[in-house]
């Protein structure tokens, strides 16, 4: 559970302190005013991602140098300084040189109207959703990514500049080595995922239709690299890797991207994401910080209290909204309205 939250230069704030209550509570206010800010900071300051942004140089304050989120639980301080290039990392104090032991210490859930693209958009979509899992599920993920990425860039800059194979092939056992690690994370996770999709999508959508997902890969990446080059030469850029892998989710054994509707490819969205939640509380036996951006007053009736029904009882979940129209006595607790980027809470 999250205690309280304090950040700097994030976003639209120059500073913002939040003590969440226990259970479920609410953000209200208008649009533009920094609600999802809010739980975007709680996210990056928790796993050191964000669900918005490719970079965390995306959510520093514009015209401001860094930006810093302080996370408080029952015992521990969690403190991120980013200040490109620079990432400071502190636990209780203790200055963090690797991300582990400090990613152990919260599990969160977000859930936004955007997680339909996860069904419906482009496979970069659902690589960034199964990342977001795989951090969660194994610290050390987060290590074979960023090496991954950064050799990527390295390999791709040669290729583009038309550098000899020899130099290009230098950064090859970086690729191959955490590219191979990935994915077969990657992989174990989505095979993880696929029973809980399905009981989250029967509960949600009230329906026996099948659903089917599978991480699709060029298998051992030594081989897939040298059979590319030809590919290679010619694009001026890495072709395979987990960084051009894809899930399929099918419904009924057809791609739900292509044939399903609208509300099935959102009942679809909500169970992957509710997968996720069972999944880390399965694996991990902790039950993660729910972060839900505006999504329920977007649901019909039966979808909304289906949700309901699906998050784990007495979790912490900070829900956003621009009003409280939709809600019924199922779902009751403090709200929070926020204006001028303060946060007050008052009596409904």
């Known amino acids: 559970m999250i205690e309280a939250l304090s950040i700097h230069d994030f976003r639209c704030f120059e500073s913002l302190k939040f003590r969440p209550p226990s259970g479920v509570s609410f953000i209200i206010g208008a649009n533009a ?39 408080w639980t029952g015992e521990n301080h969690l403190h ?131 659903v089917e997902m599978a991480y699709e890969s060029n298998g051992e990446l030594r081989a897939a ?35 399903a509707s609208e509300g099935q490819q959102r009942t679809l969205a909500l169970a992957l994401k509710l997968a996720q939640t069972r999944l880390i509380m399965d694996r991990l036996d902790v039950v993660p910080v729910l972060l839900v951006d505006d999504v329920f007053g977007e649901l019909d009736v039966s979808r909304r209290r289906n949700l309901l029904r699906g998050l784990p009882s007495g979790a912490q979940c900070i829900i956003t909204t621009t009003h409280l129209d939709w809600m019924d006595n199922s779902l009751r607790g403090p709200v929070f309205r926020l204006k001028d980027a303060t946060l007050t809470e008052f009596e409904r």
């Open 33 to 71: 005013q920094g609600k999802t800010s809010i739980l975007e900071a709680i996210c990056v300051g928790a796993r050191l991602q964000s669900p918005r942004a490719i970079g965390l140089s995306e959510v520093i304050r514009s015209g401001q140098p860094g930006m810093a989120v302080d996370l």
């Open 225 to 259: 690299l040298a059979a590319s080059h030809p590919d290679e030469s010619r694009l001026r850029q890495t072709v395979v890797g987990p960084h051009r892998d894809d899930i399929t989710i099918a419904l009924n054994q057809r791609s739900a991207a292509r044939f």
């Open 80 to 210: 991120l300084r980013y200040e490109p290039p620079k990432r400071r990392l502190a636990l209780n104090s203790s200055e963090q040189s690797g991300t582990a032991e400090y990613l152990t210490q919260i599990r969160v859930a977000w859930f936004s109207n955007d997680d339909i693209e996860i069904v419906r958009g482009s496979g970069s979509r659902r690589r960034r959703y199964l990342d977001f899992v795989c951090c969660q599920l194994e610290p050390i993920y987060l290590k074979y990514l960023r090496a991954y990425e950064r050799a990527l860039r390295a390999r791709n800059a040669l290729l583009k500049d038309g550098k000899p194979r020899r130099e290009i092939e230098a950064f090859d056992p970086l690729v191959i080595e955490n590219g191979n690690a990935i994915t077969a994370i990657r992989g174990e996770a989505c095979s993880l995922l696929v029973p809980f999709v399905q009981i989250a999508a029967d509960e949600i959508g009230a329906s026996d239709e099948t």
